[in-house]
């Protein structure tokens, strides 16, 4: 569920930002052309370690899954960066994506926290005694 809101929300900001590139502030001396072009390749490369952390997740490859998952997360916590430039003038739907792909993120970083914590767990029987 939470990759499915993750994919979802990335999939439709970095869409608008895309198809709407002049719409979001620039970056002095990056063309509009050049910066859609950037925002296709992360998105790429994002959604790439996506689906390799969900395979890696779904065949039991915990740990190689978590950090590609992590990487993942990334996606929505550089829609922040819009604000590093200037407040995007963007309809409120789309505006709103910026948050929803941050909160996406975060869902994803309690997830990988959760599992991570799972996968750490120690159990009585894993101890060794110390007594002779």
């Known amino acids: 569920m939470v990759m499915a809101f993750t994919l979802l929300s990335t999939t439709l900001h970095y869409a608008h930002n895309v198809i709407r590139a002049a719409d979001y502030p620039q970056v ?5 052309a050049v910066a859609a072009v ?5 998105y790429v490369l994002f959604t790439t370690f996506g689906v390799l952390g969900y395979r890696d997740y779904l065949r039991g490859r915990y740990w190689r899954a978590l950090a590609f998952l992590m990487v993942f997360s990334l996606s929505g916590l ?3 960066g819009h604000f590093l430039v200037a407040v995007p003038r963007i309809p409120a739907f789309w505006f709103a994506t910026i ?3 941050t909160a996406a ?7 990988v926290t959760w599992a991570a914590t799972k996968l750490n767990r120690v159990t009585v029987a894993d101890q060794l005694s110390t007594q002779h």
């Open 28 to 32: 002095e001396g990056v063309p509009v």
């Open 38 to 42: 950037l925002v296709v390749v992360a």
């Open 78 to 80: 550089a829609s922040l």
């Open 99 to 101: 948050y929803t792909d």
């Open 105 to 111: 993120a975060l869902l994803l970083w309690v997830f």
